[in-house]
Structure formats: structure tokens, C-alpha cells
């Protein structure tokens, strides 16, 4: 490996995000959140994160649910697409999406975990993920696929 000095401005940039004065290191502001420890819940992030980046019909993200789900994968599946359309169609605003392999969440994606785990008490939370826009469609589609997780779980 060589050992060549960064530019000027990418370290006074590093300085300047990680400096002494900044409560937190740069990734927890970014990613503030853990990743899921419950498995179902985990994949769901990356199959969200996948589609989300790199299309509703990642193959990755079927094969993941399949994985997990086995032969009663496709309800989840297509549910979760759905879900991620309408965000992107009915969104006014960014969601961020962090990697789908990074170990943490950003804070948009524990509201949307939060959604997806209680659709109910988290409209407020959906609503703010659009950005204002009508969320009772997108609230279906999360009490829809909550509800085939719990058959899914039983």
C-alpha cells in the first residue's frame, strides 16, 4: 500500500465532523439507531433496503425472504413492495436508506420498522415519513403485512 497524505480538505473535513466539540461520533448521527436483534425483523430491513436501492424485484431481497419465509414467502414479499411504492410514489420528502448490510438505522428506517410493527400507534410516524402526504394507504398496506408476519410467526 502506499502512503500517500490525503487532500487538505478531506482531513480538515474529518477533523471538523469527528472534532472534540461534537457530542456524538459522525456515524451515530448518521445511523443513530441499532440494527433489529429479532430475525424477521431484520430481514425485512434488508429486503426494504435492497428495494429500495436497487428495485421492487431484487432478486437478492426474494431470495432473502424466501430463505426466511420458505414456501410462504410471496405474501410477505409482495407486501413489502407495495409498501415500499407507496412511500417512494406518495413520499414529499428523502427517506434515508443506509446500506443494506450497515449493522445500524438510520432514523427514518426505525420509524418505518416502527410502522411495519404497529401500524396503528405509529400513523403519526408515517405521516412524517411522507412528509405530510395522506399515509392511509400506506398504513393499509403496513396492517396488511403485519398481520401476514403474525401468520407468518404462528
Excluded at 30 to 55: C, K, N, S, V
Excluded at 115 to 131: F, I, K, R, W, Y
Excluded at 134 to 152: F, K, M
Aim: charged content about 25%; aromatic content about 4%.
Amino acid at each position: 500500500m502506499t502512503d500517500r497524505p490525503r487532500p487538505k480538505s478531506d482531513q480538515a473535513d474529518r477533523s471538523h465532523a469527528d472534532g472534540p466539540n461534537d457530542p456524538a461520533p459522525r456515524h451515530c448521527r448518521m445511523l443513530p439507531h441499532p440494527a433489529p436483534e429479532h430475525e424477521t425483523t431484520r430481514i425485512l430491513l434488508f429486503a426494504f433496503r435492497r428495494m429500495a436501492q436497487h428495485g421492487l424485484r431484487d432478486a437478492v431481497a426474494a431470495e432473502r425472504m424466501l430463505g426466511h419465509f420458505g414456501a410462504h414467502f410471496r405474501a410477505p414479499l409482495i407486501l413489502l413492495r407495495a409498501f415500499v411504492l407507496e412511500l417512494a410514489q406518495k413520499g414529499e420528502r428523502n427517506i434515508a436508506i443506509a446500506h443494506c448490510c450497515t449493522p445500524r438505522m438510520t432514523a427514518d428506517e426505525a420509524a418505518i420498522l416502527a410502522v411495519m410493527d404497529d401500524p396503528e400507534t405509529s400513523a403519526p410516524q408515517l405521516t412524517a415519513l411522507l412528509g405530510g402526504a395522506d399515509a392511509a394507504h400506506a398504513r393499509q398496506i403496513a396492517e396488511c403485512l403485519t398481520h401476514q408476519l403474525a401468520g407468518a410467526r404462528a
